[in-house]
Nanobody, 119 residues
Framework: QVQLVESGGGLVQPGGSLRLSCAASGRIFSINAMGWYRQAPGKERELVASITSGGSTNYADSVKGRFTISRDNAKNTVYLQMNSLKPEDTAVYYC?????????????WGQGTQVTVSS
């Protein structure tokens, strides 16, 4: 059984910063790509940023230059540093990881963490 647990969300003023963390635990042989998605009320879930096992990154145009994704492979953890936050960044943020458990590689999701950007 594999679990992804997110932390670090909260309420922040426009222009502020937050750092999200997502730790994977359980029967893990290896982790491929990891990523962060977000879903705002009434909108579809969208990719925010992703990172491969080798460290290559990809960002949505809306967050380029403001957000940074990173990972610690020894801790099975992915981070999202969010700077210069805007009200339109308000959403539930979910982490996702492709994990090989020794039987198969499957995509796993965290439970989500709320990020609210408001004055």
């Amino acid at each position: 059984q594999v679990q992804l647990v997110e932390s670090g969300g909260g309420l922040v003023q426009p222009g502020g910063s937050l750092r999200l963390s997502c730790a994977a635990s359980g029967r893990i042989f290896s982790i491929n790509a990891m990523g962060w998605y977000r879903q705002a009320p009434g909108k579809e879930r969208e990719l925010v940023a992703s990172i491969t096992s080798g460290g290559s990154t990809n960002y949505a145009d809306s967050v380029k230059g403001r957000f940074t994704i990173s990972r610690d492979n020894a801790k099975n953890t992915v981070y999202l540093q969010m700077n210069s936050l805007k009200p339109e960044d308000t959403a539930v943020y979910y982490c996702n990881a492709g994990i090989y458990t020794g039987w198969a590689t499957s995509g796993y999701w965290g439970q989500g963490t709320q990020v609210t950007v408001s004055s």
